[in-house]
């Protein structure tokens, strides 16, 4: 099979293996498929440059597919170092012909040279995740920005870096900001992180969540996925929050709402999902039941106060499973953090099922094609997803799950639009 022309990989005999990973994944992805039927008929990007910056799994590799299906000529960097999967870039550049730059734990100066290589080929569309693409064009290659007809980003904190970007004037094009689309919060967010949370939890502990006292902190997007999956399976579960309409929420929902101080006394397993820091610090800690298991689904590895807790162990500290360190601290309770703190999903397990990535880089393709057909009429600034391709992908998923529903009558859509009643 041809290769691609550029590529930077870490071994290309790896290449069958990832082909296996990649179609695993697109048969739990039915509607990146249809997106990607449609995209090779219509040809949307036929001869677009586009430079993405993503994590490189088997998933990305299937929306790349679609991308190029329309007439893309794609090129691919990591965004991050760690979550590279070699197999995966093997496979694109072998045999789906990507220019694929990343190899997995790669330095931080390899990291940066892959962005560049990306943005060499001159992309017209970008496709981000966390903003390091679009920082390097708009910091060290302004001209070039220029020229770029439009963007989208994968992620909130990504979409908060080009706020930022876009209030100091800066932003050179429109940036669509597709974590904030209802269909992704719905099913990336909630349903993925409740699920591969105690997936990673499960996995690095086997621990038998039936009857445990599960704290989780945070009742947002993902705090409530993890609620109710963890209630599903028979834990006992509290809620801490510090926002009274969440708060009330989780307590109308039927759990145990109570703040960390108490719930730090008598939990056996806690999660964090707040997007905040030293959620669980010093002070919980020291009331802490011995053997209670700490992860953290948040974005960022500071919601758990590890330096607190290395303080209070002093040297005793040790690994005890992979992805398991036991911290003894006072009257010879032992601690147990996972993953270091760090997102335990992605950490200790696969990270988001590809059944909820269909939906995710089904709103991307069509983001992208959305763009291709309005950026030029667009203010650069960072816009939300329209609600059309929101409801267009809701309804694929439906049709792929063998599910229809019902269709306003004319008299019912007449009856909504009035006022008189
Ligand atoms: N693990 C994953 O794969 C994954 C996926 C999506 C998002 N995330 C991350 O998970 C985090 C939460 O995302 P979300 O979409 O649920 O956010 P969200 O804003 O919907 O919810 C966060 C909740 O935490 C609460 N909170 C803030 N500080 C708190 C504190 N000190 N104690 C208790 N509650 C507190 C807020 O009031 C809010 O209700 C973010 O960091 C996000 O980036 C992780």
């Not at 992805?29 to 449609?38: D, H, K, S």
């Not at 099913?187 to 993925?192: K, L, P």
């Amino acid at each position: 099979m041809a290769e691609a022309t550029g590529h930077d990989i870490a071994d290309s005999g790896l290449a069958p293996a990832g082909r296996a990973q990649i179609e695993w994944a697109a048969q739990r992805m039915p509607v990146l498929a249809t997106v990607r039927e449609r995209f090779s008929d219509e040809r949307p990007f036929a001869g677009l440059a586009v430079g993405v910056c993503l994590h490189v799994t088997a998933e990305t590799a299937n929306l790349l597919r679609a991308l190029a299906a329309g007439g893309a000529e794609v090129a691919l960097c990591a965004s991050n170092p760690l979550s590279t999967h070699d197999d995966v870039a093997a496979s694109l550049v072998a045999d789906f012909r990507i220019a694929t730059f990343a190899r997995r734990a790669e330095s931080a100066g390899d990291y940066a040279a892959h962005v560049d290589a990306v943005l060499d080929r001159g992309p017209a569309l970008t496709v981000d995740d966390g903003c390091d693409l679009v920082a390097r064009l708009h910091r060290d290659r302004p001209a070039q920005a220029s020229e770029v007809i439009g963007g989208t980003e994968d992620t909130t904190t990504g979409a908060v870096r080009l706020r930022a970007l876009s209030a100091s004037g800066g932003l050179a094009y429109p940036i669509v900001a597709v974590s904030g689309a209802a269909t992704r919060l719905l099913a990336d967010n909630r349903y993925g992180t409740g699920q591969s949370t105690l997936d990673g939890i499960l996995r690095a502990t086997n621990v038998l969540l039936a009857g445990a006292r599960l704290v989780v902190a945070g009742y947002g997007n993902c705090g409530r996925g993890v609620a109710q999956r963890s209630r599903g399976m028979g834990a006992s579960v509290i809620v801490t929050e510090v926002d009274p309409l969440r708060a009330l929420e989780a307590a109308l929902d039927g759990f145990a709402v109570m703040p960390m101080e108490a719930a730090a006394e008598v939990g056996e397993v806690f999660v964090m999902a707040t997007g905040n820091r030293d959620v669980l610090r010093a002070e919980h800690f020291a009331v802490m039941r011995d053997g209670a298991i700490l992860a953290n689904a948040g974005h960022f590895n500071v919601e758990i106060d590890v330096a607190s807790l290395a303080g209070l162990a002093g040297g005793r500290r040790r690994s005890v499973r992979p992805m398991v360190e036991e911290f003894e601290i006072g009257g010879g309770r032992r601690l147990l953090l996972l993953a270091e703190g760090r997102l335990v999903n992605l950490g200790a397990a696969d990270g988001h099922p590809a059944q909820v990535m269909d939906i995710s880089f089904a709103v991307q393709a069509l983001a992208c094609e959305w763009l291709v057909q309005h950026a030029r009429q667009l203010p650069p600034a960072v816009h939300d997803v329209p609600v059309e391709i929101d409801e267009a992908v809701a309804r694929l998923k439906l049709a792929t799950m063998g599910l229809a529903i019902d269709e306003l009558t004319p008299a019912q859509r007449e009856y909504l639009a009035s006022w008189l009643g």
